[in-house]
């Protein structure tokens, strides 16, 4: 078996809400071989996976997929249950999978849910490893794979602080993603959007995350407004030591003044020998903080915007001997707690073992050999950190009002938006009281794993609290997000909204199969009706709303850029890109262009036509308020929705017409808009309901919706490709994207309108059609035109050269005789060329490919223009 081709669907996809993996499988001889007719397998896989007992598969009960092992099922039915369970038995939860048959022998498209890349794709790597050593009969542990899956889980993740917030995001609908590998969280979209790192965010003070680093600025600041400070100061080298720690006396504390996470901290340091030695081991650091030691608990306050939100009693990490094991034994059994991982991957830390470690338990009369007594309870260290082992205990309730009020004003007075404040207290129930606690540090960026995680106590929901104080909601971070999808129409549908949605000091931000626009400014040219080009709006800190198209290519690719969408548009759905990606049938084809209204927020929009049965049917499946359009009064879903006093839009006799909450409004005549060709191009007219309808549930007025509506005018400027109409030396030229049956009729049906002598039409089809569509296409074209240029893409999407034209020729070859077929591959030549078969009075139909060679042909043709002027002009003068 071999993948050919894997795809991590990251955002909403046609499988899922959730990130999903998509690949395509080859099972190879398998094909011939499923797990009934292969002896003894399913008896030693179920030996091996015994949890595969539990899955339902479709049929709805634990032990139904056992029932499809028994009964016979495919390869890619199995790798598929085995990659979930392998990632659920490796702590990750996950649960949602689909197997979908293609048409070519063996191939299977296979879909399973996914946490972190990494982890999610060798699950069905291991699980493929597993099934050949189940088929060839030999033993086989899940265990290794087991603890690979988790390992690459928890080295690949984010941490548990960043991903509290990106959780806490997720909840309350925020748009969140990471930021590459790093644990750098974007929060909201365009001009709203603001960041995270860990727990740092884009509104955290610069100068207050130095002052906090800073420990001796921190307490300087802190003992100018009263807030109580161990007594102490800086040293850089020995003999400073000395003096200052015969001045403040013993016990003391010495730490790196930089100092973060507990490293390099020595606590309740008791004599000169002890003081000498901690210093030692600090040797390569140039200043440090001596203070005099404070006896209680070590307690972590942690502040969200000037609030107290949660507090914790941190405890060193210890043992608890048993009597025969050693010390070093003892800590290495604890660190197999699965709740114990390297670094910040887990809820707890392991126990390190290190010079500070064995330092501890020398000043208490211990090392790492000596086996300890039952039950005695041996600390570590001397610090509570849990970045070194420590644990941590709620406390939040306990928490008396003074000390409170010292946590808030403490991180007042540093600055921090979020901070993290540790003190030492010796009753924290009881009244703050001077000499009975002191404030130790003020943290920027604190972690707050302790608090989700506690190692006992209530878990407080610190992410959520720095989410509810950057956004008030959804709408204080999100940017008005509009979708438009479709088989047809999108791009001018766009188009068409974003000019309706421009006004002064506002930037609309749009994508769409011909470029990203910020504004009135293209940054990106190309098919850019894709979730990257999404992104590039939806991240631009400048636009005030973005309007993207969203192709069902994109979709497939890697699901959508937005979890949700304020207004949805479906413009319709016809047979158009069959085959491809395991959308093998118009019923497959909805579902995907469906996936848009089923993400529109329940406070927003589906704008659905009317007149498409398919499209209106989407209505059952959004959250949002259903909004119909229709080119016909007395449609019957119109009339349905007018009757329950629903909002639509629609044409009754030449007026476009606009109705909600039972009144009936008048809107102005469709034939009087620019962009509909004096009502001819009725494809125009259905784009155009929608984007009024788009526009109108933001907020834009009628007023200014029909000043808008006769601005935008299908040209070069503002519609670029979308049925431009170009007047020359006699003919008529009209240039346009319809690339499949749906689009070419609309096209016909709008140009007949034009009188004309001859109609020429330059055409090609798209390589990832099915045959029978390019026929079909060919077919159309036969039928309308009188000489027609084939031309080829420049993308065969798969294909051979000449052999989509090919297609086309032998259809065509039904309809018109060989002299007016003509052949020309190359799309700018092929324009030339019917510009060239042409005279006076003839339309000619450029339907291009690349929009750039019809920009050639017309500043080729210009030049030429001129020349001939010219030499008839230097004739003219030689006379």
Known sequence: MKINKVKYLTGPNYYSYKPTIWLELDIEHFEELPSNKIPGFTDRLLEAMPSLYTHTCSRGYEGGFV??????????HILEHMAIELQSLAGIDVKRGKTVTSERKGIYYVTFRYEEKKSGIYAFEAAMEIVE???????VSIEPYVKKIEALYFANKLGPSTEAVYKAAYERMIPVEQIDDDSILRLGTGRKQKRMEA?????????AVEYACDKEMTKRM???????????????????LLEEAEHLGYPLVLKPINGRQGQGVSTNIQSKDELLSAFDQQKDVDKLILERYYPGDDYRFTVVNGELIAASLRLPPYVIGNGKDSVRSLIEEENKNPLRGEGHEKPMTKIPINESVKQYLNQAGFDLDTVVEYGRVIPLLGNANLST?????D?????HPSYREIAESSAKTIGLDIAGIDMIIDDIKAEFKPGRAAVLEVNAAPGIRMHHYPSSGTARDVGGAIIDYLFKDYRDAAIPTVAVTGTNGKTTTVRLISHFLQQSGKTIGMAHSDGVYIGKRCVDKGDCSG?????????HPEVDAAVLETARGGMLREGTAFRYCDVGIVTNVSE???????IETMEELIKLKRLIPEIVRPEGYSILNADDEAVADMAGYTKGSVVFTSLKVDNPIIQKHMERKQECWYVQDDWIMHAKDGQVDRFMKYADIPITFNGYAQHNVSNLLQALASAHVLGVSYEMLRTKAMSFFPDFLQSPGRFNKIDQDGRTIVIDYAHNTAGLKAIYNTVRAIPCERLITAVSAPGDRLNEDIRNMADIIGKETDIVVIKEDENLRGRKPKEVAAILDEVLSKHLPSNERIIELDERKAFQVAWESSQPGDLLLFLYDTFSSVESFFKDNKQQKRKIIERKYRKTSSL
């Open 67 to 76: 029932e499809r092992l028994r009964e016979g099922t495919w390869m890619g």
């Open 133 to 139: 050593a189940v088929v060839d009969g030999q033993p």
């Open 199 to 207: 727990t740092m965010s884009s509104e955290t003070s610069f100068l």
């Open 222 to 240: 802190l003992d100018e407004v009263s807030l109580p400070v161990p007594e102490g100061c800086v040293i850089s080298n020995e003999e400073e």
């Open 389 to 393: 082992g420590g644990l941590a205990i």
């Open 395 to 399: 406390v939040t309730d306990q928490v």
């Open 531 to 539: 979730p990257g080009s999404a992104r590039k709006v939806l991240h």
């Open 576 to 582: 158009d890109h069959l085959g491809l990606d395991g």
